[in-house]
């Protein structure tokens, strides 16, 4: 598609049915029926930045602060292994505790267990990624937000919008499987601007794409700001589907925040992820990026049970693959 196609279809409701379901069809036809469940541990919510809808920005006292521990981390990646997780996603803040050697030191321990590993820890040097992967990570998910550059550097104060492509950039070229994404309702964000970031993801050449809507935190920012639409945030999911039609798509939990059965809906268009949280509850409610967060007073067995049944009553089955993306 265009960018004028993708800013009709994106501007007008009238036919979303028909969108959903070709997003749906096109999963079917390129990704098959499993979804792939990725257990994520929330390591450490300490960041050194300032992302002004993040709750977890480092401007933010009331947050309780943890950091989990390399033998810990090692304890929830075997027991998400055991529960039959194929990959693993280690997710934190940017946080310079864990250097380069201790984050290598900790894929290395972890590509010991029978996983892919997949890493979310942000902006870092092209030598940190050269020496993530050595160490054995497979995929890295880092968000690219918003592609409109007046709206990136509005919401990242002290960022470069340049230094974030160029991330996605080298970690491709390292040949990591890249995931990226964006936010859905940021203040002042365009439909038009929301086109952009599809074509970007086309351009990046993406291997997998979150789209979740951005939700007020209390304490941030953009604390009055109205939250992003479920919906529109559907669409813009359901049209990264349509054209990138072979990659892995993930049902957010944003979604599910913003509409009890929105992973259930993200699957039936277009998704074919989901990412259950492996942690025990202790750190889940302080990993507060935004409000409202589901499944915060569940345990990794509780998610693994209700995520499979969910998915079962959809007649859709979990893989027991790793999960990496099959071009077509
Ligand atoms: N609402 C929705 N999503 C958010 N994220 C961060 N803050 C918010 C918020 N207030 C998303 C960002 C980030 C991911 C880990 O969480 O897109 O990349
Ligand atoms: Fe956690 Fe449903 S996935 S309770």
Known sequence: MNKQEIIEILSDDTKND????????VRHENVGDEVHLRGLIEFSNICKRQCKYCGLRSSNKEVERYRISKDEILMYAQKAVNMGYRTIV???GEDDYYDTDKMCEIIREIKKLDAALTLSIGEKS????????????????????????KLYTQMHPNASFEKR???LYDLKSLGYEVGSGCLVGLPNQTVESLANDILFFKDLD???IGIGPFIAHEQTPLKDENNGDFWLALKVMALTRLNLPDI????TTAMETLNPNGRIIALQSGANVVMPNVTSTEYRAKYEIY??????????????????????????TISKDYGFHNKK
């Not at 028909?18 to 069809?25: C, E, G, M, P, V």
């Not at 892995?248 to 049902?251: K, Q, R, Y």
């Open 90 to 92: 280690l997710q934190s």
């Open 165 to 167: 492509k160029q991330c």
């Open 18 to 25: 028909w969108l959903f379901r070709q997003a749906d069809k």
């Open 126 to 149: 092209y030598d940190e990624y050269k020496a993530f992967k050595v160490s054995g990570a497979d995929r890295y998910l880092l968000r690219i937000e918003t592609t409109d550059e």
């Open 291 to 316: 409000p409202g967060k589901i499944c915060i007073n569940e345990n990794p067995e509780q998610c693994r049970g209700c995520i499979e049944g969910k998915i079962r009553s959809i007649g859709r």
């Open 206 to 208: 993406a291997d997998m």
């Open 248 to 251: 892995n798509i993930p049902a």
